[in-house]
Structures are given as structure tokens and as C-alpha cells.
């Protein structure tokens, strides 16, 4: 999971220079790309994943938590890639 959001990360910032270049060309104006801009976006996502993290584990108390995953029955058919879960609640 971490190589995947890192390589978003750096997906994102690669794109801004190609978008910076277009607008250079097009519009004759310059947009620097600078490593405290890639900074400010790696802080900016980790708060917004923090905040998301919080507002989803107040919205679930924890006996809901563990209800759920008493109750849970979990069937894997090796011939299909899905994975079908019921929960009785």
C-alpha cells in the first residue's frame, strides 16, 4: 500500500511539471514546481487521511466492531476473484 500512494505522490508532481510546461507554451506564463510545493501536497494528504481516519472511527463505536466481526462469515470461491461477506446484524 505505501509504494502505491508514494508512487501517486510522485505520479502527481511529474504530471504538475508536464501541465506546467503546456501552460508555459500555451498562455506564455511561467508555474514553478518547487520541493516545498511537494512537500506542502505529502503534508496536505497525510491531514486529510488523519481527519478521514478520525470522522470514520467516531461514526463506529466499538461494540458495533466487535459484533460485527463475531457475526461475520466470510466465503472465498477459489474459481472466481470475489470474495462475498455477510455480516447478521
Sequence with gaps: ???QIVGH??????????????FQHKLRRSNYVTPK???DFINTYLRLLDEN???I???VSPGDLLRVT???????????PT???WVQL
Design 57 to 59: 472511527l467516531n461514526q
Design 9 to 22: 505522490i510522485v505520479t502527481i508532481q511529474e504530471s504538475v511539471g508536464v501541465f506546467s510546461r503546456e
Design 1 to 3: 500500500m505505501r509504494e
Design 37 to 39: 510545493n511537494y512537500l
Design 83 to 85: 470474495v462475498a461477506i
Design 70 to 80: 463475531a457475526t461475520c462469515t466470510v466465503q472465498f470461491n477459489p474459481l472466481t
Design 53 to 55: 481516519d478520525t470522522f
